[in-house]
């Protein structure tokens, strides 16, 4: 892990990026904020009262650190103009109602919801990226950007991937280094869905893992021989999505559907896929569904001792990336350079 990250961070000082951080009312966000200016490889703007952030922090020099209080921004009116333009006849699902009547009500939203604030500030390119989710829920961190900022051109779905690394190599993954999507937001993608994940995760692999991606499109069966899903019609789900990626990403190495032994053994991916050039060599790796992807990230995490670094959003038309609850500073800290890196 410490040299894949330490990695990141140089290739992520390079670029200089500016990344919001919504929450100054933790104090592992404010420490974070402060590494991460020390070790110089992002700028950070931390949003919340700065005499308040200090008198909670004593003891954490914010110097370098650009702390804004939405409150007192003069910008504040703008992202509230743009929040209701952006957002403009949508209706809220619980009320039945315009989910902003006006553009007073949206700063009022603003002013309360600081993830959306962050979603703003990076939709009017004042910051790079943005970095949440220490003291607030996936769907909080999240809804904002997929609200106002969108998914990139050509991807239809925003989803998540975690960057796998082996205690040490093995000979069914010899890079030590592996991806599994999406582990953690989607919770029961259709095969175009699962198309965007393989080819957002193919980009994770290659722009933020460093390995060169051959992406297998995983299943209970192998090139049809479980095809008698009735349940869920999982078989030709991931058949389908097969056809669909390499429709829209012609170059990109991605077979499927594959058992996770065919895809990974090369004498079980020989004997039931002898003419692919994914099964018994991948390392990208994409489930049918969150159950599958979660279930199995953890199995590798407990079980094989991998360590799990992410889940890293991908497919979003500027980064955002969500923290767990659980997060230490450190883990906030890796999470910035990640953002940092996948910021154009
Ligand atoms: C991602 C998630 C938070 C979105 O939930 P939500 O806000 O209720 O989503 P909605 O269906 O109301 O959609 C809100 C908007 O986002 C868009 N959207 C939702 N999911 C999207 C996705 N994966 N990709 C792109 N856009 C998406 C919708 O199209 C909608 O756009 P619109 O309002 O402009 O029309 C939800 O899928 C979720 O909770 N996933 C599981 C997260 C979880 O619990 N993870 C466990 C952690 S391990």
């Not at 080819?199 to 051959?214: C, F, L, Q, V, W």
């Not at 594959?258 to 990974?264: G, L, N, R, S, Y």
């Amino acid at each position: 892990m410490a040299d894949i990250l330490s990695q990141i961070k140089e290739r992520a000082k390079l670029k200089n990026k500016n990344i919001v951080l919504t929450e100054g009312e933790d104090a592992r966000v404010v420490s974070a904020a402060a590494a991460v200016v020390k070790e110089g490889f992002a700028r950070i703007t931390l949003l919340g009262n700065k005499a308040e952030i200090e008198k909670n922090n004593a003891g954490v020099d914010l110097t370098g650190v650009n702390v804004v209080d939405p409150k007192t921004d003069a910008k504040a009116d703008e992202y509230a103009a743009m929040l209701y333009k952006a957002r403009e006849g949508k209706i809220n699902k619980k009320t039945g109602l315009p989910e902003y009547a006006d553009i007073e009500q949206a700063k009022a939203a603003i002013l309360k919801d600081y993830a959306m604030y962050g979603a703003l500030m990076l939709k009017a390119g004042i910051v790079d990226g943005m970095v949440s989710g220490a003291c607030h829920s996936t769907a909080n961190t999240l809804r904002p950007g997929l609200q106002v900022i969108k998914t990139a051109a050509g991807v239809n779905t925003v989803s998540s991937a975690f960057i796998m690394i082996a205690p040490a190599p093995h000979k069914y993954n010899p890079d030590g280094v592996a991806v599994f999507a999406d582990c953690a937001i989607n919770i029961e993608p259709d095969a175009n869905q699962l198309a965007d994940i393989a080819i957002s995760s193919a980009e994770t692999a290659k722009n933020i893992a460093g390995i060169e991606p051959r992406v297998a499109m995983l299943s209970f069966s192998t090139k049809g021989s479980g095809n008698d899903d009735k349940y869920f019609k999982s078989v030709p789900k991931m058949q389908e999505a097969t056809r669909i990626a390499k429709e829209n990403a012609p170059d990109l190495i991605l077979d499927g559907e594959f058992q996770f032994d065919a895809a990974t053994a090369p004498e079980v991916g020989k004997l039931k896929a002898p003419d692919s050039k994914v099964a018994g060599n991948a390392n990208v790796f994409i489930f049918p569904n969150i159950n599958a992807g979660n279930i199995g990230y953890k199995i590798a995490q407990r079980f094989g001792g991998y360590m799990a670094l992410g889940p890293i959003c991908q497919g979003f038309a500027k980064p955002i990336n969500d923290l767990s609850r659980g997060c230490n500073a450190d883990d906030v800290v890796a999470v910035v350079a990640i953002t940092a890196l996948q910021a154009e």
